[in-house]
């Protein structure tokens, strides 16, 4: 069996204390749901530097105090709505029993699903004001990696790790082997949608993307022999 070693890129304690007291909170009542409702529309339609804290208590239909009860500032809430959107979106990423099914049934199930939440309106929403914002406000590419991709990374690490404990794959490096399938899966698509060259893409083409991308993932971490 090959040695497995498991790499995770390193996470800030500040974006860790952001995002993870705030997502608690919001699942103890309606009010921070409201909130992080009101800022992803916000967020998404003005971006992170025309939207003002007073914005986002109006459109939650709550007071400044009962905002800053929840968020402390608006770094803060803007990492709250990314975790948020990431971790919904990483509970739908892996195909149900995906760890007892076929393996390049389930690589294809998994690489479709991740596709398909890249290329939804909201990811691309969120994409476009990172890109437009990162330049004036640098900590948010760090919120945002480390709340988003990062998780999106760590779900796919985790399956591709457990395939290598029951002998389906030869990886040496889980977090590097899923940062290559993500690679071949995000680059023929993303880009073209995130800068509005694109639309959508076909069912069949996506297909195709998914297709390639796990024949070359499995041509270079099957087992030899």
Known sequence: MTRMVMQESPTSPAAADLTAGATMDAKQGSKPAQILAAAKELF???????????????????SKATLYAHFSGKEELFAAMVSNECRAQSRLLLAPDADDRELTEALREISRNYVALLLSPPAVAIFRVIVAETARFPDLGRIFFESGPNQMRRTLSDFLAKAVERGRLDIEDSWRAAEHLIGMLQTPVHLCVLFGLKDSFT??????????????????YLPRG
């Not at 998404?44 to 208590?57: K, P, Q, V």
């Not at 069912?203 to 270079?220: M, N």
């Open 203 to 220: 069912e069949g083409e996506l297909d195709k993307v998914v297709k390639d991308a796990v024949g070359a993932f499995l041509r270079a």
């Open 44 to 62: 998404t339609s003005l971006g992170f530097g025309a939207t003002s804290m007073d914005a986002i208590a109006r459109t939650a239909n709550v």
